[in-house]
């Protein structure tokens, strides 16, 4: 992709305001501002009216921009050197020194990183002297945007600025891993458990349904189209919205579909922007079909069975 050096400089004009700006990231847009400053921060919490126990997490250019905020470890550096930059969030200690924002955290000695891969957000995060906090660019418990449009929808102009970036590839959010001890998995996403295991040589246990939040994505409620979903379904009701993972033979008016042959990278690309034109298109409601709960089909079934609490 092209980057248009003079929208980098605006978003960094903003963003040394302390200003709020929306980036593009390979997973999902997020809601951008200066993870040093309170004032940034707490203009995040409004925006999103994102709950202040809701830890956000906190976007780096590399490692060496980290060592100032966080306590690195060995399982850190492994899967660093695997994934990274790219869709992986990792929950570290805080140094005591660390001139993170206490709002980001809820006060907790412990964050959350990430080093994003998309080529303009990259190329803004080395421009700039801080790291940028930015949970997805979409109001609280509501779908995540995957492309500029969607955050114009969701905040019109209430955000100061939007850094155009293409439509997000991965399409969902990052995968959470707590490598403060004991390797654990605080939110499934775009890398799939199983392949942070053979990096580890070790079985990861699965916490992402904690009865205390205590990364993002785990609230009961969350990732909704602002209507309700009825999942593992064998047949839509009257006037209900039928999503597959794959395309029919016989399609019918209301039939909607994440992937052509099944492909579980091409529907978790495909989940948001497909619940978001049902919705347009006026339907009630939206019945699933079964969904392989297997690599990505994993972190897809996790963000319906979510959006279904509405």
């Known amino acids: 992709m092209k980057i248009n050096l003079a929208h980098i400089?605006?978003?960094?004009?903003?963003?040394?305001?302390?200003?709020?700006?929306?980036?593009?990231?390979?997973?999902?847009?997020?809601?951008?501002?200066?993870?040093?400053?309170?004032?940034?921060c707490e203009k995040i919490f409004r925006l999103k009216k994102r709950p202040k126990y809701n830890p956000l997490i906190v976007h780096y250019y590399d490692y060496k921009n980290l060592k100032d905020d966080c306590n690195l470890n060995e399982n850190f550096f492994k899967l660093y050197k695997k994934f990274c930059p790219g869709p992986v969030t990792f929950i570290?200690?805080?140094?005591?020194?660390?001139?993170?924002?206490?709002i980001i955290t809820n006060q907790k000695m412990m964050l959350a990183?990430?080093?994003?891969?998309?080529?303009v957000t990259r190329n803004l995060l080395k421009k700039i002297k801080f790291p940028l906090a930015a949970p997805s660019a979409n109001i609280s418990s509501r779908l995540s945007p995957v492309c500029s449009k969607d955050v114009k929808e969701d905040f019109g102009?209430?955000?100061k600025f939007i850094l155009e970036g293409g439509r997000s590839t991965i399409?969902?959010?990052?995968?959470?891993?707590?490598?403060?001890?004991?390797?654990?998995?605080?939110?499934?996403?775009?890398?799939?458990?199983?392949?942070?295991?053979k990096i580890l040589n070790r079985k990861?246990?699965?916490?992402?349904?904690?009865?205390?939040?205590?990364?993002?994505?785990?609230?009961?409620?969350?990732?909704?189209?602002?209507?309700?979903?009825?999942?593992?379904?064998?047949?839509a009701k009257n006037e209900e919205a039928f999503l597959f993972i794959n395309k029919k033979k016989k399609p019918k008016s209301n039939y909607y579909y994440l992937s052509k042959k099944g492909n579980l990278n091409e529907a978790a690309k495909n989940?948001?922007?497909?619940?978001?034109?049902?919705?347009?298109?006026?339907?009630?409601?939206?019945?699933?079909?079964?969904?392989?709960?297997?690599?990505?089909?994993?972190a897809i079934n996790d963000r319906l069975m979510r959006a279904s609490k509405f």
């Open 9 to 40: 400089k605006k978003a960094k004009k903003y963003l040394n305001k302390n200003e709020c700006v929306a980036i593009p990231t390979e997973t999902v847009y997020g809601l951008a501002g200066n993870a040093y400053s309170d004032k940034a």
């Open 92 to 102: 570290l200690n805080l140094k005591k020194k660390s001139r993170i924002s206490k």
């Open 113 to 119: 990183v990430r080093f994003p891969k998309h080529v």
């Open 157 to 159: 102009k209430e955000i």
């Open 171 to 197: 399409g969902i959010e990052s995968t959470i891993i707590d490598i403060r001890n004991e390797p654990k998995i605080l939110r499934l996403g775009g890398i799939d458990v199983k392949t942070i295991q």
């Open 204 to 235: 990861i246990i699965l916490k992402n349904n904690p009865s205390k939040v205590s990364a993002p994505g785990q609230s009961k409620i969350h990732y909704s189209p602002g209507i309700p979903i009825r999942l593992k379904a064998k047949k």
């Open 271 to 298: 989940l948001y922007s497909t619940l978001r034109k049902i919705k347009k298109d006026k339907y009630k409601s939206i019945a699933v079909a079964k969904i392989p709960n297997q690599g990505l089909g994993k």
